[in-house]
């Protein structure tokens, strides 16, 4: 691996790798610090608390559920992280920030607030899977054809078995599905990577 290859797998590194850097941060603040953070309705429609649009979802409910989205970011950065570079990936994580907090406040009038990754993450997945099929890898179809069905799963039966106790508590799965549908708006407005090359 000569210096050139060195130099660009650490700049396709540096954004996951400093977004499990905020999320750890974030998770030693404790819940103090999630109190604040958190995507909180009646903060945001009647606090003009606006940061908790993009930060509730760089907070978690414990270190499990932390530990499971960072874990998630990682699989997901190996299978379709290429596909963008860092400028790409960073304005689709905001940008799904805002769609999912948006819809919850929208849509799910009745949810009080909201912590975790999660969403973003299945946006994230969506966004690159659809790069890879417009780069030419049609078995990204399967990829995308399994994240639907688990989107499917969660609308009509709720959370996957297990997913509640290994976070540590309640999956908001609508987070999930806004997600996925951005996701999919948004991996039409970049240009995929057509290799591996980041940056």
């Not at 009646?42 to 270190?63: D, I, K, N, P």
């Not at 949810?111 to 990204?140: E, N, P, Q």
């Amino acid at each position: 691996m000569n210096a050139t290859t060195l130099s660009q797998l650490r700049a396709h590194s540096l954004l996951p790798l400093a977004l499990t850097l905020c999320v750890t941060l974030f998770a030693l603040g404790g819940s103090e610090l999630t109190a604040v953070l958190r995507f909180e309705r009646e903060a945001l429609l009647h606090g003009g608390q606006v940061w908790r649009l993009f930060t509730g979802h760089l907070v978690h409910l414990g270190w499990s559920h932390t530990g499971l989205n960072i874990a998630g970011l990682a699989l997901i950065w190996a299978l379709v992280g290429h596909r963008f570079n860092n400028w790409q990936w960073s304005a689709i994580i905001i940008a799904l920030m805002l769609g999912i907090s948006l819809s919850l406040l929208i849509f799910n009038p009745t949810l009080a607030w909201y912590v975790g990754l999660s969403g973003v993450l299945h946006g994230m997945l969506v966004a690159g899977a659809v790069a890879d099929i417009r780069s030419g890898d049609k078995t990204a179809w399967l990829l995308l054809i399994l994240i639907a069905a688990k989107l499917a799963w969660e609308q009509l039966t709720g959370a996957l078995p297990g997913s509640e106790a290994a976070a540590g508590g309640a999956v908001i799965v609508d987070a999930h599905l806004y997600g996925g549908l951005f996701g999919l708006l948004l991996s039409g407005l970049f240009k995929p990577k057509t290799t591996q090359q980041q940056t």
